[in-house]
Nanobody, 124 residues
Framework: VWLVESGGGLVQAGDSLRLSCAASGRDFGAATMAWFRHVPGKGREFVAG????????NYSSTVQGRFTISRDNAKKTVDLQMNNLKSEDTAVYYC??????????????????WGQGTQVTVSS
């Protein structure tokens, strides 16, 4: 399974940005997907997760109400809509996948597949 992120860039505080993750391989519809982000010195932080059918989602408290995760199983994509961006959202964002459905999302060590990351920079 390959995951490829896109959509990162440089924006100003208060702006919106949409990240997309395209997956290859079979059984995407059964995979739990998530977004994490990495800030140097802080490690990899959970951002948002979505269950295989898309019925359950979960967000970190730092992005709750501003970010929305969604998926399209037919297109094998998972998106992260980021609104009202803040300077502290600056990070490399990674798409991650687990090859089965679950509603446990927030531990990076649980995920088997990772994308290469996309940089999001928010200027204040």
């Amino acid at each position: 399974v390959w995951l490829v992120e896109s959509g990162g860039g440089l924006v100003q505080a208060g702006d919106s940005l949409r990240l997309s993750c395209a997956a290859s391989g079979r059984d995407f519809g059964a995979a739990t997907m998530a977004w994490f982000r990495h800030v140097p010195g802080k490690g990899r932080e959970f951002v948002a997760g979505i269950s295989a059918p898309g019925l359950y989602t979960n967000y970190s408290s730092t992005v709750q109400g501003r970010f929305t995760i969604s998926r399209d199983n037919a297109k094998k994509t998972v998106d992260l809509q980021m609104n009202n961006l803040k300077s502290e959202d600056t990070a490399v964002y990674y798409c991650a996948g687990r090859p089965f459905t679950t509603i446990d999302f927030d531990q990076a060590s649980w995920y088997d597949y990772w994308g290469q990351g996309t940089q999001v920079t928010v200027s204040s």
